[in-house]
């Protein structure tokens, strides 16, 4: 069971980087707008497993990106960021049941799933853009890539849980 | 002791967020600060392999328009060419033009973005190609950035649009000079400042390289002028540049080397030693 787990998130890790550099930043809509589903790998991390693995998988996840993009740290950061706060997100959008392991992310209800990927999602991306951009000065260019982004990662990374949840 | 490591166990996770993030920022920071030796590039084994395989894929799919780009600068050369040659029969000898100071060598983009704040490009050249670190990158249709950091097979360049980009640039017309900088709104036009409100500025002049550096030759195409703005009271234009290349379609690039650069700087560390 757990060399499943390990080959399967090893397998998702790879897939997702390659989908990001390959595909999603090519996009470009409307001149700048792309969206980071990578954190896929993030959010569907097993929710009962090691948490200090995920901060650091997520880490490794996020300079891996940055090493394609040139980008120096500002993935690495925001992905590191949105693994450590997760448990408090769940809680938020799923409520204390998922602490009993008695959950599955593809078998929520669509609204807890909208709110979970939506809040993490808008997250990262704030993160992400504030570091990217560096200055308070575009402080509206900041939420507004967020935003753009956002609704677009948002619906990349519901696609792709609907797609790939196993069905029992 | 035993409460330290207690509390060690107990905030592990945080402690361990609290350590990577800091990383993160680190890298992010050094990022920012121009060519300081860096880490996290996509000028590297893994990801310029996994670009030059993108790269020879998507190749294909612009064949065409790469072709029509090249056929045109043959042109533009060719007409040069002749011009050139019945200058020389009518002038006898001129020597500028035999011992050039500029190297060019080709290159081709592998990766290229132009939709963040700080872009840079690819290129499938490395050191191993004599490729290094602050040399200029042009394209056949004008400047594109500087290099700033080299592995052994791949480069990466300081696009122009980029808000660490800072390149001295001149009015064709009248030689009046300023700093091209871009302010992160649209990829096909840039910004010229510093540009003496003495200078004579009329919208579509042509603005090309200043040459006071040792890294572009004098007079490389920018773009022509699109829109002026003159502050009350300050000195100085703000100028929009109509770029000529199209930064988000870029395929084949020269890269220039200075090779009289290295005598340049050295001389101009002596003087500066010396007024110290």
């Known amino acids: 069971m757990l060399n499943n787990d390990f080959f399967i998130n090893t397998v998702r890790f790879i897939a997702l980087v390659l989908l990001q550099i390959l595909l999603l930043n090519n996009i470009n809509f409307m001149g700048y707008i792309n969206p980071y589903a990578y954190i896929t790998f993030i959010l569907v991390f097993p929710l009962n497993a090691n948490k200090s693995l995920l901060i650091f998988l997520a880490f490794l996840l996020g300079l891996t990106i940055d090493m394609f993009m040139d980008s120096g740290g500002v993935h690495a950061a925001a992905c590191s960021f949105i693994a450590y706060i997760r448990p408090w997100i769940l809680k938020f959008s799923f409520g204390v049941s998922y602490e009993h392991n008695t959950i599955r992310i593809g078998k929520t209800s669509m609204a807890q799933r909208f709110s979970y990927v939506g809040v993490m999602v808008l997250l990262h991306h704030f993160i992400l853009f504030s570091l990217e951009i560096f200055s308070l000065e575009h402080i509206l260019l900041i939420v507004k890539s967020t935003l753009f982004s956002g609704i677009f990662t948002i619906l990349i990374v519901l696609g792709l849980i609907i797609l790939f949840s196993r069905k029992n | ?276």
């Open chain 2, 1 to 276: 002791m035993q409460q330290i490591i207690y509390f060690f166990i107990r905030n592990k996770n945080f402690l361990l967020f609290l350590f990577l993030f800091a990383i993160s920022l680190f890298f992010t920071i050094q990022s920012h600060t121009y060519h300081s030796g860096k880490f996290v590039t996509s000028a590297n084994f893994l990801t310029g392999g996994i670009y030059s395989f993108e790269s020879s894929i998507s190749d294909y799919f612009g064949l065409e328009k790469q072709n029509l780009k090249l056929v045109e600068e043959n042109k533009r050369l060719r007409t040069q060419l002749s011009q050139l040659t019945e200058n020389v029969t009518a002038k006898v000898e001129d020597s500028i033009f035999l011992n050039s100071r500029f190297r060019f060598r080709t290159a081709k983009v592998i990766n290229n973005t132009y939709s963040k704040s700080k872009n840079y490009l690819t290129l499938n050249r490395g050191a191993i190609d004599s490729i290094s670190i602050d040399m200029g990158v042009i394209s056949p249709k004008g400047i594109i950035g500087i290099v700033n950091a080299t592995s052994e097979n791949y480069a990466t360049v300081l696009s122009i649009l980029n808000t660490e980009s800072q390149i001295n640039a001149r009015l064709k017309k009248s030689n009046h000079f300023g700093s091209l900088v871009w302010n992160t709104k649209d990829p096909n036009v840039a910004q010229l400042i510093d540009i003496p409100r003495l200078a004579p500025v009329v919208i579509g002049d042509t603005v090309v390289t200043g040459g006071r550096s040792t890294i572009f030759p004098e007079g490389v195409l920018i773009g022509t002028i699109k829109d002026y703005n003159l502050e009350e009271g300050s000195n100085y234009y703000d100028l929009d540049i109509e770029l000529f290349n199209d930064m988000t379609n870029l395929r084949h690039v020269y890269v220039i080397e200075n090779l009289d650069a290295e005598e340049i700087l050295e001389l101009e560390n002596a003087v500066d030693d010396v007024e110290q």
